[in-house]
């Protein structure tokens, strides 16, 4: 069985973190703190102060090293740079502040809204501003005075040098080596899915896992955008002589291809019951051989589809499968970088699409959405300053941080509210592990604090697969510090733990009645995106052929895949299952991925004339006015849909039955999945017209 094989699990855990973001996260969390520690350490007694005073620079060390996060080498050392200016005026404002704490809670209250207005500046913004409010809660947290700032300012200083050197020097971003490590990653994940696509095969009875095929479908894809991601930020000097950026594309877009075809081509013939269980334990065969083969370009082995099936004739569903795997088997045998000038990509027509109408200007917002978030935040901050103190007056601190934290990186109110409620569960659960380990490792001193950069690091590695685990790990971690200082007790656990719900229940309150940003609209806002990503993709269909071009093929499908994951981000919201809601929207996403895969495999018709062909061109134009309107219904908002949507361009290719041209097939699966998203706006809420009936999760390939 695959999921008992050792190099499955590998591949496993290397495709869930291809260019080892999440481990160099946590590895610089670790380092940022553990080095400052240690440098604070070594000075305190020399410099005749409390270690607790040093915790403003520790925690400069830890969070400098994970949140600057600019996409190039050089914003990033900037942003660097700006750190301890920054630190230090708000440790100078909270110091100063300390005393009084009707001065300190205003001051407070003015830091939490720059912080949050930051965001407009981008990454460099959110990094400071989150760095500015951590240190100003910190120097409220120790109590400083103005007499101590010298020592405080120092470990800033120390904490921001740290920082420096560890995202610099000892874990840093090396472009070139990250594209490579993904690139290779990305051919791990294909042979993973030849793994899975054989284990459906093997299904007993017939059963057709479609769940597993579309997650496929998905890590594919996605894969292939974060390498896109990757080679934006390499240099073009940094690649190998003669080799372009769109020949890596285009390498990467064909690899991309061939294994959403070959699943695609599995996935027709278990839906349509088409393959005997013969020819199904011969390419699961197959599918296996070329999962093992795990290096290099090689000559083709026996059975891994460069072959023939065994069989006097197979059906024309293992024929497709075999064909598909034998491309594919092409496709991995080439090198990991592509020499220059081996592009395959088919010719595409270098031509613009038709000018859209003009539409009329878009009225600008009211408000920029970094000050609206601002807005929300500080009146959740004075809020959960009010409850924080009716909860504990030495402890309220911890209310505001939570009430902060859930608006961090979230821009709707959905995002909000699921943020508020990982920011709670965590707790929760933070709070039952850390009494159960208090009450384990209490009194070992060495463990305690190896368990307590463990935490550390395994809070900011986990991060990115949930915020919920984040702040696990970190109730945990201030758990073991509590210990550590002697100040630990299961009612300040407690606490925490309340303290920690009022500032995210206030958080999320104050983000659905204050200036709510609906998710619901940004969801239709991305979806009009795509469809004018899908229009323009048809228009190139459209048109007569003229000068070929392969680098158009990469941009359109890009556009598209960037959008879609637009989509999927902003969406994610109302299809948690925490909510049980957003069953619509989970069929709406379904159906834009449905159009986005079809409209991926997408080439224009032949240069020679001929009558189809320009049926099929006149088609294509009219599938490309219909997606605009659908986008136009979409991004209104009013859901108002426009006459004439519900007749198929195809129609007046209807004829006897026949074997359909490829163009011709995935233009007929684009207006039905067009339809379905048609049925499915005209059954949204704000529209009068009738429910549609339910989309299948997966639509026929």
């Not at 050089?74 to 909270?94: D, F, H, I, K, M």
């Not at 460099?124 to 760095?131: F, N, V």
């Not at 592509?338 to 088919?346: A, E, Q």
């Not at 061109?617 to 009219?622: I, N």
């Amino acid at each position: 069985m695959r999921a008992l094989h050792p190099s499955s699990w590998w591949d496993c855990f290397l495709a869930s973190d291809p260019d080892l973001s999440r481990l160099k996260m946590g590895l610089r969390a670790l380092l940022g703190l553990g080095l400052t520690l240690a440098a604070l350490a070594g000075l305190s007694p020399l410099a005749h102060q409390p270690m607790s005073l040093g915790m403003v620079g520790m925690m400069v060390g830890m969070m400098t090293s994970v949140s600057v996060q600019d996409p190039l080498p050089r914003q990033e050392r900037l942003t660097l740079l700006c750190v301890p200016g920054v630190a230090a005026v708000a440790v100078c404002l909270g110091a100063f502040c300390a005393p009084n704490l009707v001065v300190s809670s205003l001051v407070f209250l003015g830091v939490i809204f720059l912080a949050v207005a930051a965001r407009r500046f981008g990454p460099r913004g959110t990094a400071l501003g989150t760095i500015a409010f951590m240190t100003f809660f910190f120097s409220l947290f120790v109590h400083a005075s103005p007499a101590q700032l010298p020592w405080m300012l120092a470990s800033v200083g120390i904490g921001s040098m740290v920082a420096y050197g560890v995202r610099a020097w000892v874990v840093p971003e090396r472009a070139f080596a990250s594209l490579r490590r993904t690139l290779r990653v990305y051919r791990r994940s294909i042979r993973l899915l030849l793994a899975e696509l054989a284990q459906v095969l093997q299904a007993p009875g017939g059963r057709f896992p479609e769940k597993q095929i579309r997650r496929a479908f998905r890590r594919v894809n996605e894969g292939a955008m974060e390498i896109e991601q990757h080679l934006e930020r390499v240099p073009q000097e940094h690649l190998p002589p003669g080799l372009s950026k769109e020949e890596v594309r285009g390498h990467l877009l064909e690899m991309e291809l061939c294994a959403e075809r070959l699943a695609s081509a599995v996935y027709q013939g278990l839906h349509q019951n088409s393959l005997a269980p013969a020819e199904r334990q011969e390419l699961r065969a197959r599918m296996t051989a070329l999962w093992h083969e795990r290096r290099g370009p090689r000559p083709f082995p026996a059975g891994t589809g460069a072959e023939p099936l065994p069989f006097q004739e197979p059906s024309a569903c293992a024929a497709k499968i075999q064909r598909a795997l034998g491309k594919l088997r092409e496709v991995l045998a080439l090198p990991l970088l592509p020499p220059p000038g081996t592009s395959r990509l088919p010719a595409i027509a270098a031509v613009e699409p038709p000018p859209e109408a003009a539409a009329p200007p878009a009225q600008p917002p009211a408000l920029h959405a970094a000050t609206r978030q601002a807005i929300q935040a500080t009146v959740a901050g004075g809020l959960a300053m009010i409850a924080g103190h009716a909860l504990s007056s030495t402890r309220w601190y911890w209310a505001v941080v939570a009430s902060f934290v859930v608006f961090n990186r979230a821009s709707t109110r959905g995002d909000i509210l699921l943020r508020a409620w990982h920011r709670a569960l965590g707790t929760v659960v933070g709070v039952l592990a850390g009494l159960l380990l208090a009450t384990v490792v209490s009194g070992h001193r060495d463990l305690e604090i190896a368990l307590l950069f463990a935490c550390a690091f395994l809070g900011f590695y986990l991060l990115r697969l949930s915020y919920a685990w984040m702040v696990f790990w970190f109730t945990t971690l201030l758990v073991l510090l509590y210990s550590l200082t002697g100040r630990y007790s299961p009612d300040l656990l407690y606490l925490r733990l309340w303290e920690t719900l009022a500032g995210a229940g206030i958080g999320a309150v104050v983000a659905g009645v204050l200036l709510p940003s609906r998710t619901r609209v940004r969801v239709w806002q991305n979806a009009a995106e795509v469809l004018r990503g899908v229009a323009s993709s048809l228009d190139v269909v459209a048109v007569p052929p003229g000068p070929a071009n392969g680098r158009i093929l990469v941009e359109r499908v890009r556009r598209i895949d960037s959008k879609l994951r637009e989509v999927r981000e902003s969406a994610r919201p109302l299809i948690d299952r925490v909510f049980f809601v957003g069953q619509d929207t989970r069929r709406l996403v379904h159906a834009l991925a449905s159009i986005a895969f079809f409209v991926r495999h997408l080439e224009p018709p032949g240069a020679s004339p001929s009558g189809e062909e320009d049926a099929l061109r006149k088609a294509a134009a009219r599938l490309a006015e219909k997606a605009r309107l659908l986008a136009s219904t979409l991004e209104d908002g009013g859901l108002a849909l426009p006459p004439g949507l519900d007749d198929s361009p195809l129609a007046p290719l209807e004829g006897e039955a026949r074997n359909l041209p490829p163009l011709e097939l995935l233009l007929r699966r684009i207006d039905a999945a067009l339809m379905e998203l048609h049925d499915l706006v005209r059954g949204l809420p704000g529209h009068p017209g009738p429910r549609p009936a339910p989309i299948p999760s997966v639509p026929s390939r």
